[in-house]
């Protein structure tokens, strides 16, 4: 057969994405590009926000457009929570939710006939299973944990992945040899909450951490991204030290007042948040951070954004991931504070990423003149049409502390980490 994917949304979706595709490649079947006239299309959905789940439907459309005779297998968060709204778009062959979409390399042998429809997300059952991505030898998404018990009041997540739950740290040791006999050199840890790895099982984020540590062959690891609740001093400390784990946090915010971090029903105040990052910086100066901020949430008045904005300029974050509120079905957000007007989102939408702009530009200001390690990758990674078409020519590679750089193209050098001096020539900005 062959099988072209769309992924949209997280990392996560992108290491199962991938890993199911390594799977159906090592049964014989032919992998495409998405644009490319397949016999399947399988489309990995996300529905963190109502922009994320258009992007599903106009993914649905494009792949019969393209093909009105294939299979069109729709999985993922989206299809957890609207299995039903999916079923009827036309084309549309199976719905798998999460708990089922890592059986699709099975299903698919009986495929077009069975039909397997979406089972109950708040099974407590649901089941785990570890990932990773594959693809690009240099670095692999490397699923450790799935689902969330938080329930933040404006995030359908939990209802769409179910509660946390992850493998134990010796099979997740296992899985890591496996990715460190594929040849990945860098590992990105990746998760729903990650930082509640193992605690359904009474073992701890930073065991995990101390095993993978000592994983021969892997090189680096990143942790995608940690609730600044759970990202504890030892951690800070232990990656301070480790040998393989970078300066590059990524650390939700969401909002930086008090006031509606409260509505959202977040862990921690603006005060928690600030002293983990003084903690970060005082063991690790030239570390990356990065925060998710959400735009326009309930009770967001232009009071309650300066706040916000004052706050984020205050603290020594690289860069922000914005995203604009919208209304979850079935989340507690849409009966709670008061709401904010759509232009208005917008508007704060826009500032945020003004600011994104300005941090970035004086953390990559921080860092001219001083040389870090780069990892070089074998092929190119970006969107960029630019960068894609000179690629034959110019080799792509990521610092420890997350800058992008580039350099002629060496054969010799891909996979392998060089100390580069960081200058205005050899910085990427990608887009
Ligand atoms: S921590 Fe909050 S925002 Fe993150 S997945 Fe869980 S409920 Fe959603």
């Known amino acids: 057969m062959i099988i072209a994917a769309h992924t949209l949304g997280c990392k996560l979706n992108y290491a199962e994405t991938s890993d199911l595709l390594r799977r159906l490649s090592d049964e014989g079947n032919t992998i495409v590009d998405f644009h490319q006239k397949a016999d399947l ?247 990356c951070i990065a925060a998710d901020v959400m735009a326009g949430f309930n009770g967001e008045t232009e009071e309650e954004f300066q706040k916000v904005l004052t706050f984020i300029d205050s603290l020594p974050i690289s860069y922000l991931h914005v995203f604009t509120y919208s209304d979850r079905p079935g989340t507690a957000a849409l009966k709670l504070g008061e709401k904010i007007p759509i232009p208005v989102r917008h508007e704060h939408t826009a500032r945020l990423l003004e600011l994104s702009e300005k941090k970035h530009k004086e953390f990559i200001a921080s860092q001219l003149g001083k040389t870090r390690p780069v990892l070089w990758e074998s092929t190119p990674h970006s969107n960029d049409q630019a960068i894609k078409q000179s690629s034959n020519q110019t080799m792509f590679g990521w610092t420890d502390n997350y800058i992008r750089i580039c350099r002629p193209y060496d054969t010799t050098l891909v996979n392998t980490i060089e100390a580069v001096e960081i200058s205005p020539k050899n910085i990427v900005r990608e887009d």
């Open 41 to 287: 299309y399988l489309i990995n959905t996300c529905t963190v926000t109502a922009v994320a789940e258009k992007k599903c439907r106009n993914a649905i459309r494009q792949a019969h457009r393209q093909n009105p005779d294939a299979q069109i297998v729709v999985m993922g968060c989206f299809a957890q929570v609207a299995a039903d709204e999916i079923e009827r778009i036309p084309g549309v062959t199976l719905v798998l939710g999460n708990d089922r979409k890592h059986l699709l390399p099975q299903i698919l042998k009986d495929l077009p006939p069975s039909f397997l429809p979406h089972s109950s997300f708040t099974s407590p059952s649901l089941p785990f299973t570890l990932q990773y991505s594959s693809g690009d030898r240099t670095r692999t998404f490397f699923k450790i944990q799935d689902g969330c018990d938080y329930f933040c009041t404006y995030c359908a997540i939990p209802y769409a992945r179910g509660r946390s739950r992850s493998a134990t740290i010796e099979e997740t040791l296992c899985a890591a040899r496996r990715i460190a006999d594929s040849g990945a050199k860098e590992v990105i840890l990746t998760g729903v909450n990650t930082g509640t790895f193992g605690q359904h099982q009474g073992e701890s984020f930073l065991d995990l951490l101390k095993g993978l540590d000592q994983i021969e062959g892997i090189l680096r690891y990143r942790i995608s991204s940690i609730e600044p609740n759970l990202l504890t001093d030892e951690i800070i400390d232990f990656v301070a030290h480790s040998r393989t784990f970078l300066p590059h946090f990524h650390i939700p915010l969401q909002a930086g007042s008090d006031h509606v971090l409260q509505l959202m029903h977040r862990r921690y105040d603006t005060a928690l948040y600030a002293a983990k990052l003084e903690k970060i910086k005082s063991v690790m100066p030239d570390a």
